[in-house]
């Protein structure tokens, strides 16, 4: 279930659609594989009355080194725990309001017709790849579905093989086009961006228990801390009206 009282002062707000839609839209870098979900609820958001959000996607570590060199955000959504942790530590958000509402699964992708892959301790992935095939995913020094795809192939066994044939991609959807183009055979991917993909065919799951769990944090930033749109806004997001939406697109709820 979607986080019930998701962020202590922020219901009121939801209902203050004539003031919130004369005030500065609110802007929102968020994890490129939130694209599509949070375009959906923006465009909710705007029925209201509200004034339309401006958003910016790309990998969260991208994003959180933009806010840390002063970029204008108001809410900052990303793709993992660590990328939240790195501005907290710096001050830069706004620690009471941090919730993680939706969560997500990990998943290998390859063409459309491709035979299934159980993916377990000892798959051989390699092998799937062919002699010259590459592999592709966000790159693990700095991408959150990469972190999570290189402690998955750890768990199988698979890493030491893999590495030097990984297709290092700047963010998931990067990952995504390049197996939609057939620059790489295989990619491993978060499974609502595997439904963005028609053309492509999800060949396995990989276990939860392979990797850490996929969770989203959301946080006002410092800068936003006084801004009653941006934080009526993180409610919406965050908050029991925006679960169908998130449903819609693949997330899982927390709760």
Do not use: K
């Not at 002699?131 to 592709?136: F, I, K, M, S």
């Not at 795809?149 to 698979?158: D, F, K, N």
């Not at 939609?180 to 491993?188: F, K, S």
């Amino acid at each position: 279930m979607l986080l019930r009282r998701a962020l202590p002062g922020l219901a009121g707000g939801l209902f203050a659609a004539p003031a919130l839609a004369q005030s500065a839209s609110p802007t929102v870098f968020a994890a490129a594989s939130l694209t599509d979900a949070l375009r959906a609820l923006g465009a909710e958001w705007a029925t209201r009355g509200n004034a339309p959000p401006r958003f910016s996607f790309a990998a969260s570590s991208t994003l959180a080194r933009q806010i840390e060199q002063g970029a204008p955000a108001d809410i900052f959504a990303s793709a993992d725990e660590p990328w939240m942790d790195h501005l907290a530590t710096r001050g830069l958000i706004v620690p009471q309001t941090r919730v993680s509402p939706v969560g997500n699964a990990l998943v290998l992708v390859g063409p459309a017709g491709a035979a299934p892959v159980v993916l377990e301790r000892g798959t051989d992935l390699a092998a799937l790849l062919g002699p010259r095939g590459r592999l592709a995913t966000g790159d693990p020094a700095h991408v959150p579905v990469g972190r999570y795809a290189q402690a998955a192939l750890e768990w199988m066994g698979q890493w030491q093989a893999i590495a030097p044939r990984l297709a290092r991609a700047d963010n998931v959807r990067a990952a995504l086009l390049l197996v939609e183009r057939g620059e790489a055979p295989l990619g491993i991917v978060y499974a609502t961006d595997a439904l963005a993909a028609p053309r492509l065919s999800v060949l396995g799951i990989f276990p939860p228990a392979s990797h850490p769990a996929i969770t989203y944090p959301f946080a006002l930033t410092r800068r936003a801390e006084g801004n009653a749109g941006a934080r009526a806004l993180l409610g919406f997001l965050t908050g029991a009206e925006a679960a169908p939406i998130w449903r819609r697109h693949g997330f899982a709820l927390a709760g």
